[in-house]
């Protein structure tokens, strides 16, 4: 089955300092991962694909298939990055997706 | 383009009570998905549908029914409504390959009493 965890519900840190939002899945197949974020009171909306290996407000992910991870990561949070970011197991084709629990992100000033 | 839309944007129930909730998309997507989203939950698959006249049990079916009649709806119903499914309910729709990104309505509040 697949699955994808979020160990941290909460991360909370100072702007400027670096920022790492972690991610675990476990899936039999070649995975596509993707990170979401919503903004407070805001729809999702894709954040980044780990197929296109972009860079996109600052945040990379690199697809770990020895650890089957897809950590998220900032050097230099900023006070606009508060938000929740959710993992997920894409879907489409012949498999359902699938998101982590979130995790919600706060950058205090 | 109007993207993914969801109604309403707020209900309140009585326990028993049923409803519908609507999801269109004018972007001709052929996968359509329900989720609700729990705090300390995250996002969990209701049902979805592959294409026009198909639906899908996905993770948390129990207590909701789903149609897709034409290709651009996606409509969820909850036939009797009970507090357990006070949530935010996301469509979502992509065009179904696999490299594709979900895109996501608004949400809709509903909190049953």
């Known amino acids: 089955a697949q699955r994808v965890t979020q160990p941290e519900k909460l991360l909370s840190v100072f702007k400027g300092a670096p920022v790492e939002l972690k991610c675990n899945y476990s899936?039999?197949?070649?995975?596509?991962l993707f990170w979401y974020v919503q903004y407070s009171r805001q729809r999702l909306q894709l954040l980044l694909r780990h197929i296109s290996r972009e860079s996109i407000k600052g945040f990379t992910a690199d697809l770990n298939k020895g650890e089957t991870s897809f950590h998220l990561k900032k050097p230099f949070a900023q006070e606009e990055d508060s938000a929740m970011y959710y993992c997920a197991l894409g879907g489409g084709g012949s498999y359902i997706p699938t998101f982590g629990r979130g995790t919600s992100l706060i950058v205090h000033p | 383009n109007a993207g993914v839309t969801q109604t309403p944007k707020f209900r309140v129930l009585k326990t028993g009570q049923s409803m519908t909730l609507l999801c269109a998309q004018d972007?001709?997507?052929?996968?359509m998905y329900w989720y609700r989203q729990d705090p300390g939950m995250g996002l969990r698959l209701i049902h979805y549908s592959v294409g026009e006249g198909t639906t899908a049990k996905g993770e948390v079916p129990d207590g909701y029914n789903v149609s897709r009649l034409k290709k651009q709806n996606f409509l969820l119903g909850l036939e009797s409504a009970a507090p357990s499914q006070t949530s935010v309910y996301f469509c979502?729709?992509?065009?179904?390959?696999?490299?594709?990104?979900?895109?996501f309505g608004p949400g809709t509040r509903l909190t049953v009493t």
């Open positions: 972007m001709n997507h052929e996968y």
């Open positions: 979502a729709s992509e065009s179904g390959g696999r490299l594709d990104e979900q895109y």
């Open positions: 899936y039999s197949g070649s995975p596509e």
